[in-house]
């Protein structure tokens, strides 16, 4: 078998086109096992643990590789900043036993200058740790090189605080997420799209060229040029003039215009990217009976069900609806 990564001979292996852990069905037996992996971590991994497609595989109770559903907590986990009056850091914890996130200040402490002048060291800690106050008063003072205080002059410090309730706090998360992950995930997957649609001529097409080296380059700024052609699901007329977004199904058809053959992919409804694959339709549409190659997919990742059709047996249910039931546009996909 020609691998449709590397172009070498190889053995097989079984390529999930859209990743199994947003569950993709539609399987490929054209990628050697090499290939496979080696994208599998780096260009599928990120999709499915990109931040959005994570709460979305939470949701939806889709596990990844190793079994295990992603928790639609993880994102409010570790340190945050409480922002404002209070400013200080925050952790998050999941207590397993409630089923109940736990956020707790952490203690810091800074240097403030009283109304009277008088300059004194504050500290701010959480409620529920105000038995640590004595211990962090010691360790405050050794710190800065200031005598130990007495059991009796810690027992009073100890009572010199006073209680803030903040209202409606407001929580300051950074997180580092990176679009090009999506937009190099679905370059994959409508590249193993053309050539599933189109054939072995695939291989060897200039723009099958140019996508499958973005795809396989390790460097992330390789799909820059096709940054226009990744869109959030929403803002993709040619998807949702037509079907009605759908958090758990994935779409993708092609189409072929004058001088183009277009591939496009919608991801549940958060993600869609439409791209020219060839500039050169003559090589696969030489008679009536190739228009067959032009595809219609829709997979409901839950229930894994699939539909992939001829995309003329898709444009007439369209039709259909319009004409018999006249309906109008957006309409349900087939699943
Ligand atoms: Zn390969």
Redesign the pocket.
Known sequence: MR?I??L?E?PPSQEHVFPRAIGGSLTIDR??D??NSELGTRVDAALCDFLPVRARRAKLGLAGNSGVVPKWYEIFLGDATLVGEAAGRIQTTFDETTGKLTSRQLHHAENVERPDGQKVRQITLDPRDKDQIPKIIRRERLRHKLRPLSDEELKAESKNFTERIVQAPIIKKDLQVSFAYVQHALLKIIYELAFLWLGDAYLDDPLGLKLRNAVMSVDLDSTKPYEGNVFEANNCAIFSNYWTPHEAHHIAYSSVLPGQIVVAVRLFDLYAAVVVVSEEPGRYFRSQADMAKLKFLAIDSVSKKMVHTEFAEERHRLAMMMTEERRRPPFTDPL
Do not use: M
Request: glycine share 0%.
């Open positions: 691998c990564f590397c070498e190889r990628v050697c090499q290939c």
